[in-house]
Structure formats: C-alpha cells, structure tokens
C-alpha cells in the first residue's frame, strides 16, 4: 500500500492494530504438535478459526489505503502457535501492508507459544522489527529489543514481552536487559524532546490482567516509564478496548488496548477495530487526535466509531 510521504514538521499519522491472527492451520503434521502446540491447535479448531476472519483482514487493508497512515504498528500475535509457515504466511501479509520502513512489528505471545529457531519464525519479520540503523545493536530475536525507530520527532519504542510458556499460561516478560536498554532509550530521546510513544504486547499494568495473562515484570515497567517519562503506551492482548494510565507523580501516562484486528464479533465488545492516532507538536504540547475505525459486520466494511483528543505536554529538548 502507498503511504502518505514524510512531512519534515512534528507530525505523524500513526494506525495501530493487534491481534491478527492471520494465518491458518490447515496443513499442520501431527508431529509439529507433539507439545503446548496441540492445546493451540484444538483451540483453533473449535473455535478461534470462525473467529478470526481474512474477510476482516481484507477489508482492513482496504480502509488503511483510504485512512492513510503515515506508519503501521501491530503488536503482535500475528500468528496462533508459532508454526515456521505461520511467519512464512504472516510475512506475505506484511509485504501486502507495506514495507519495513512503514510497518512496525512486536511479537505477543501466540508469537512465542514454544521455543523454536530464529531462522525458522521471527527472522522472516526481522524488516518490520529491527530499529533504525543509527540506534541498531547486534543480535537477534528478544535482543533486537527495545526497537527504536524516530519518524517526524516522534520516537516508535517497541518492546517484545513474547516468551514461551507453560501449557494454559500466557504470560508475558520483558527482562532485565530489555528493561536496562529502556532506561537509555527513554532518557536519550526524552533529551531530544520527541515524543516517546512504547508499543508492546501485554498491557504494562499487571493488575489489568490475570496472573495467567499479565506482564510479570509489568510493576518495574510502570516504574521505569514514571521516571524516565513516555508520552504514549498502546498494547493488545486482551482483545478488548481498554483505556487506562499509568499514575505517576508528575501526572499520568496514557495507555491504549485494542480489540483483535480480525475478530468477527461473535462476543460482544469484541468486534475488529484498529485506532487513527495523528500526532501533531503545538505550542509547549503535543495535540493527540484519536479516531476508532471498527468492522461493520453488515455493510462488510470499516466505518468511524468514535474519537476523542489528549493533550500531552512536550518535552524540551536540551540538545545544544
């Protein structure tokens, strides 16, 4: 899809969307199922594969050309159990969304559902995940975390919370050295007076979720952004709209859920919609213009939702 080109003043177009769960499983061998992988797989067969629709899909690839965002961020579970064709098959569908330079990926954790080799899964991604040359550091899957890519002055932060486990858990974990790397991210961009929007699968606040399902380092996370500073979080995960903050002493931080990117609507508060953020720098704040876009079952089509605008204070750079 063509994306609307780079404007040189502080603003940015962003559309963020989760959950696609995109792929099929049609064609798996038994022997790819030989551990947590089965579990998924009845899932999918009973239920998730009559609730994830490529029909939404291709509609919401038909509503982005119209909304035209400048960048795409989609954090994660593009995937149901992490099968090598799964991330063959998520990748064609990112080359249908846009290049690398336009589209920004995290994994969730349907991404990570077992261990497996880099080469076989998330190398395929690795256009969409890996930061902006000047801020690359060497490594591969987990390391290429925080992500950081600067568009318009504002500064894209992508953590990967994806790591396997146990049969019926889904829990989510940054890591001490994810979180140490956040530290400078933050700081130094925060010097430069961009505006930090962290992206990441899981939502930051463990309280928002079960024990089975939360982020189990999300409490030092929420601690980290209070006193290094962020402007924006958005995750997934939940499937649901879920509008919260992070309550620090120097005020609160926005945090933004959203539904499954594909979802049919089966259950209720559970239809397909992706959020419209255009950012844009004022006098001393950065004006936040938020538009819901949401699946019309009946029409076949995405359609205005909802919309509502945040007032962010900028931060001043103090790079001479």
């Not at 947590?36 to 009973?46: A, N, P, T, V």
């Not at 829990?171 to 979180?179: K, M």
């Not at 213009?289 to 995405?302: H, K, L, S, T, Y």
């Amino acid at each position: 899809m063509n994306m609307r080109e780079k404007s040189a003043s502080d603003s940015l177009c962003i559309a963020h969307l989760s959950d696609p769960h995109l792929t099929s499983l049609h064609g798996a061998r038994w022997w790819q199922l030989i551990n947590k992988r089965w579990l998924g797989y009845r899932s999918w067969r009973r239920k998730r594969r009559d609730q994830h629709s490529s029909e939404v899909l291709d509609a919401l690839l038909q509503d982005l050309r119209a909304t035209c965002p400048e960048h795409v961020l989609i954090t994660g579970d593009l995937t149901h159990i992490a099968l090598p064709d799964e991330f063959r098959q998520a990748r064609r569908w990112l080359d249908r969304l846009g290049s690398g330079e336009t589209v920004s990926v995290i994994p969730g954790n349907h991404d990570a559902y077992v261990r497996t080799a880099w080469r076989k899964t998330w190398a395929h991604w690795l256009p969409y995940m890996e930061s902006d040359p000047a801020w690359r550091s060497p490594g591969r899957g987990r390391k290429l975390f925080p992500s950081l890519r600067v568009r318009n002055g504002v500064a894209l932060i992508g953590l990967s919370s994806a790591v396997p486990t146990a049969p019926l858990v889904a829990n989510g974990r940054l890591g001490a050295r994810q979180r140490e790397r956040l530290v400078r991210i933050l700081r130094q961009t925060g010097e430069r007076g961009l505006f930090r929007l962290v992206f990441l699968h899981h939502p930051p606040r463990p309280q928002d979720e079960n024990w089975r399902r939360r982020l189990t380092d999300g409490s030092a996370l929420c601690e980290i952004l209070c006193r290094e500073g962020a402007e924006l979080v958005l995750h997934g995960h939940g499937h649901i709209n879920a509008r919260t903050s992070i309550d620090c002493a120097s005020g609160e931080i926005p945090v933004y859920g959203i539904p499954s990117a594909s979802a049919v609507g089966h259950k209720p508060g559970h239809c397909a919609q992706y959020y419209v953020y255009r950012l844009l720098r004022a006098q001393g704040h950065w004006q936040v213009q938020v538009n819901v876009r949401g699946w019309q079952p009946e029409a076949g089509v995405f359609a205005p939702v909802g919309e509502h605008q945040l007032r962010v204070p900028a931060m001043p750079s103090t790079n001479c």
